[in-house]
């Protein structure tokens, strides 16, 4: 059964202390593995997609990197706007297949 | 704004109503997707439309029942829901690669439901 697990569940930092969140899945035939931030209230909002063990990818502050197990999603010196939910999903087969989201990790940074 | 709206952003209803849920995108994109997000549960994929053909709908009970009369819209009609179903329900427009992998997905802001 394909499965995706993140950790840790909740996160409290500083503002401006680094840290990484984590994403974990055992699929069969990953086609895509896709971060999201969901503000309380909102729609998530997508971030990244990874389609291969050893890519990364950045966007301002946010660093996402892929291997064959897991996703890292770093954070470098973080803002309080960056406090959210950040979601990983996962892709395998093809689109609508089998599409599953991890439970998130809850960000908090504090100024 | 993400360029997916959603009607109505709050249902309250009744175990014996009919209603239905309304998504709109503007992106162009090739697919578009129902959502469940309950508390303490991860999003739960329930309906996928790729190129307007419903490909996947995940044993979703029959009281939801989609519809996608074209690229740009996406309905989930609901009757005789239960208590338990009251939760946040997501649209999503993807663009879909010619492969099948996902390349983006946009969600709308969501329509909050509670039945009573």
């Known amino acids: 059964e394909d499965q995706v697990t993140q950790s840790p569940e909740a996160l409290r930092l500083q503002e401006g202390e680094s840290s990484s969140l984590n994403c974990s899945y055992t699929v069969s035939g990953l086609r895509g593995l896709f971060w999201y931030r969901q503000d309380p209230g909102k729609g998530p909002e997508f971030l990244f997609t990874?389609?291969?063990a050893g890519e990364e990818k950045e966007k301002e502050r946010l660093k996402a990197t892929l291997t064959k197990k897991e996703s890292f999603l770093h954070i470098t010196a973080p803002k309080p706007e960056d406090s959210a939910t950040y979601l990983c999903?996962?892709?395998?087969?093809?689109?609508?297949?089998?599409?599953?989201f991890g439970p998130g990790t809850r960000l908090s940074v504090l100024p | 704004e993400t360029g997916v709206t959603q009607t109505p952003r709050h249902l309250v209803m009744g175990m014996t109503n009919k209603k239905s849920l309304k998504c709109e995108q503007h992106?162009?994109?090739?697919?578009m997707d129902w959502y469940k997000q309950s508390a303490k549960k991860p999003l739960e994929l329930m309906f996928v439309y790729n190129f307007k053909e419903q490909t996947e709908n995940n044993s979703v009970p029959s009281r939801f029942s989609p519809e996608c009369p074209n690229s740009s819209h996406l309905f989930l009609h609901l009757h005789t829901l239960q208590p338990e179903d009251s939760a946040l329900y997501l649209c999503?427009?993807?663009?879909?690669?010619?492969?099948?992998?996902?390349?983006?997905?946009?969600f709308g802001p969501g329509t909050r439901l509670l039945v009573l």
């Open positions: 990874l389609y291969s």
């Open positions: 999903a996962v892709q395998a087969g093809n689109y609508g297949q089998n599409f599953v």
């Open positions: 999503a427009s993807s663009q879909v690669l010619a492969g099948g992998s996902q390349e983006t997905q946009y």
């Open positions: 992106l162009g994109h090739n697919a």
